[in-house]
């Protein structure tokens, strides 16, 4: 079956402007993370949601962050006013709920390189 | 304290070798540790893991060890091969369900 799938794979953009990033999960899945993962570090925890909801974002560096997640399917990562430091690949996991025992699935990530 | 401090950074190890990689830990409440296996250009994908009721867990090559009272959970990969070179993450549950990562082990094996 398929993965989870992530859109676009790179973006590059100007220090200020507003990117999106789109991540599909694993069909039924109700579990959905987003992670950052710097050069050379391991990925790092930004949000999770169940079904439509956050559950926890306390891993968003800062309100030019946020996500949504409308239907419990599709989910977007919003930046506001990029900076340099943004620069990353975002990784998008879902697993089939919100046990901390259950694999999650990482789709390839989206590498964003802010000017 | 919510960390997990993995070493080495980086490691080399021949056709056949035993690959070892160490992670430690300071939240005596987390109770499950991934390893994940990530190739260039692709994400973390779940390789082996254990939870601390266990001393040991062993899968085909990879085997977890883990030392409860010294907080402590390694890898060990077994006849290693040039196809297991990646870069390797061990891991643990934050509160609720999302992960944190150690920095990585990258791994080489030459052929």
């Known amino acids: 079956g398929a993965g989870v799938s992530q859109t676009p794979s790179n973006k590059v953009t100007e220090k200020g402007k507003y990117v999106e990033l789109r991540c599909d999960p694993i069909s039924g899945h109700t579990a959905l993370y987003w992670y950052r993962q710097s050069l050379g570090q391991g990925p790092e925890f930004l949000i999770y949601?169940?079904?439509?909801?956050?559950?926890?974002d306390s891993g968003l560096p800062n309100d030019r962050f946020f996500a949504v997640r409308p239907e419990g399917s599709v989910s977007t990562l919003k930046i506001q006013r990029t900076e340099r430091g943004d620069s990353a690949v975002y990784l998008c996991a879902s697993s089939p709920g919100p046990s901390s025992y259950n694999e999650q699935f990482f789709g390839p990530g989206t590498r964003l390189t802010v000017l | 304290q919510q960390q997990v401090k993995q070493s080495p950074q980086s490691l080399i190890v021949q056709k056949g070798g035993i690959s070892i990689i160490n992670c430690a830990y300071e939240?005596?409440?987390?109770?499950?540790f991934p390893w994940y296996q990530q190739f260039p250009g692709k994400g973390p994908a779940l390789l082996i893991a254990?939870?601390?009721?266990?001393s040991e867990k062993k899968e085909g090559r990879f085997t977890i060890s883990f030392n409860k009272s010294a907080k402590q959970f390694s890898l060990h990969i077994m006849d290693s091969q040039p196809g297991d070179s990646a870069t390797y993450f061990c891991?643990?549950?934050?509160?609720?369900?999302?992960?944190?990562f150690g920095k990585g082990t990258t791994l080489s094996v030459s052929s």
């Open positions: 891991a643990a549950p934050l509160a609720g369900t999302a992960l944190i």
């Open positions: 949601f169940q079904g439509t909801g956050a559950a926890d």
């Open positions: 254990i939870r601390p009721d266990v």
């Open positions: 939240n005596t409440a987390f109770d499950y």
